[in-house]
Each structure stands twice: as structure tokens, then as C-alpha cells.
């Protein structure tokens, strides 16, 4: 099993910077992993995954430039570094895991992923 804990999220203004930590416990050797969000009343959506040993990652093009996503394989911990905030990143972002390395191919897709944190809510005002 793997259980994955979010935080650092929180409130900003537009153009601010954030940066969400992910750490997984557990089964710790991930083939991908990721971080997804969903703003109310729409579906959930791919940010950006990393697959292991960080050598391939990807992004939405709505973050691209923005967002870097990187990992601490030492500390079992997967980040999400996001500057330029724009209110319309305003959003749930989840953590999520997968054995199988399908999951850092596009399309970012949930049902790729089996293991999900609990979320944290990001926030970003005009």
C-alpha cells in the first residue's frame, strides 16, 4: 500500500508562487507519480507527473513555464514548485501514485493512477 500526504498549499495573490510537497510512505518505489487538480464543478485534471529518477516529466500547457514538478527520492517526497500564480490555477491539487510507468504518458489521465492523497487547497485571488 501507499499513502500520500499533501501540504503546502494555501491562499495567494495573482502572480504569487507556492510550492506543494507530496510525501509518500508505505510501498515507496512509484514508477510515476503526479499531481492532478479539480476546481468545483469540473472534472479532474492532469498538472504535471515525474517519472522515476526524474527523468522525464510533463506538464499541462496550462502550467507550462509556470510549474516544476521534482522529487527527493531520498525523502520519499514528490513537489510541485508553482509560480505565476493565475486565479484560474485556483483548485484541489492532489498527489498522485502508479507502479506502472503508462502513467507519465500523455495524455495525464486519473484512472492511470491508483494512489491518491487527500488533497490541498490552493487558492488564488485578483
Known amino acids: 500500500q501507499v499513502q500520500l500526504v499533501e501540504s503546502g498549499g494555501g491562499s495567494v495573490q495573482a502572480g504569487g508562487s507556492l510550492r506543494l510537497s507530496c510525501a509518500a510512505s508505505?510501498?515507496?518505489?512509484?514508477?510515476?507519480m503526479g499531481w492532478f487538480r479539480q476546481a468545483p464543478g469540473k472534472e479532474r485534471e492532469g498538472v504535471a507527473t515525474?517519472?522515476?529518477?526524474?527523468?522525464?516529466?510533463l506538464y499541462a500547457d496550462s502550467v507550462k513555464g509556470r510549474f516544476t514538478i521534482s522529487q527527493d527520492n531520498y525523502k520519499n517526497t514528490v513537489y510541485l514548485q508553482m509560480d505565476s500564480l493565475k486565479p484560474e490555477d485556483t483548485a484541489t491539487y492532489y498527489c498522485?501514485?502508479?507502479?506502472?510507468?503508462?502513467?507519465?504518458?500523455?495524455?495525464?489521465?486519473?484512472?492511470?493512477?491508483?494512489?491518491w492523497g487527500q488533497g490541498t487547497q490552493v487558492t488564488v485571488s485578483s
Open positions: 508505505g510501498y515507496t518505489y512509484n514508477k510515476c
Open positions: 498522485a501514485a502508479t507502479k506502472m510507468a503508462r502513467g507519465c504518458r500523455a495524455p495525464m489521465s486519473p484512472s492511470d493512477f491508483g494512489y
Open positions: 515525474i517519472l522515476s529518477g526524474g527523468t522525464y516529466t
